[in-house]
């Protein structure tokens, strides 16, 4: 009858057995429940496998100097673009409007624009107090990070003017540009549908509906809004006979929190060391109950001494 070593303990004693027997059926056992628990373990309490991860990245973002500006009542509408086409399409609500930026602004001095400030006149003709204002400022942000995204986003403004406006007015408008997520990033996802303009223009017979676009744009799965925070109309003399809005949108772009998937090797990194340590306490358990069942013979062997 062949035998097979299947236990030895330190080298000293040996124990044989046929591969049918109880002892190899015990040794079996003995290995999957050394190896196995551990990984499910680790598995099931979520701390084995990492599904998402996050990091904190601040974006490196840049006005492109497109705007639409919306002036509605239920009596009339103004409107003002950075597009001629669509000034051409709205000439007789159009009101001329001039755009300046001011330089980004570094705060912290890590090369990144923490905050940038955009300056809009609108000259009106006629007072708009307690109308509503739709801004749309289009820009272009950028994670660079893993893993990179690169897009065209839009920063929707939306204001209500008070009731009591002299005619030359502003509002000065601060908030926080945020990149929204409707699911992790990938780094195998093929992003560059993000780079298309927010408004195609052909996709349009004659103007766009901007009802269509909105809709579009936040059906995306990586899209930025205006997080506005502070708000301040005022009200200046002016011995002109002009009507003016001069809109200033002074807009921060800080570090946010991107949610990711991470590649198989950084998830590898974490998971053996996770394995490894669920493994010891295992190994160590199974190894004295093996002890116990040889030496005291609690299965069929031949031991050898040498």
Avoid at 250 to 259: L, P
Wanted: contains cysteine.
């Amino acid at each position: 009858m062949v035998l097979y070593k299947i236990y030895s303990q330190e080298h000293r004693v040996r124990y044989f057995a046929h591969p049918c027997s109880t002892a190899v059926l015990f040794q079996i056992a003995c290995l999957l429940l050394t190896f196995l628990p551990p990984l499910f373990t680790s598995y099931f309490t979520s701390g084995f496998y990492y599904k998402e991860l996050t990091y904190n990245e601040q974006p490196a973002v840049s006005f492109l100097g497109q705007y639409n500006i919306i002036i509605d009542s239920l009596s009339s509408l103004i409107f003002s673009s950075s597009n001629g086409s669509l000034n051409n399409y709205f000439n007789l609500n159009y009101s001329p409007t001039t755009l300046t930026t001011s330089g980004p602004l570094d705060v912290n001095g890590d090369g990144v624009t923490d905050q940038q400030t955009i300056t809009l006149n609108v000259i009106l003709p006629e007072l708009i107090s307690s109308r509503t204002i739709n801004l749309w400022l289009i820009f272009q942000y950028a994670l660079n990070q893993y893993p990179g995204v690169s897009m065209t986003t839009l920063g929707l403004i939306l204001l209500k003017a008070p009731s009591s406006l002299s005619n030359n007015s502003t509002v000065t408008i601060y908030g926080q540009l945020r990149f929204q997520q409707r699911e992790p990033i990938l780094s195998y996802t093929n992003t560059s549908y993000l780079q298309t303009p927010i408004i195609d223009y052909g996709t349009y017979s004659i103007v766009p509906s901007f009802d269509d676009v909105l809709n579009n744009y936040l059906s995306r799965n990586y899209y930025t809004t205006f997080d506005q925070q502070y708000v301040q109309w005022s009200s200046l003399s002016s011995s002109s006979n002009n009507i003016q809005l001069t809109i200033k949108v002074v807009i921060g772009t800080g570090s946010q929190s991107i949610r990711y998937v991470p590649n198989f090797w950084k998830v590898f990194r974490w998971a053996w060391i996770q394995y490894i340590t669920g493994l010891l306490p295992f190994f160590y358990v199974v190894n004295k109950v093996k002890e116990f069942v040889f030496s005291n013979g609690l299965v069929r062997t031949v031991r050898k001494s040498s």
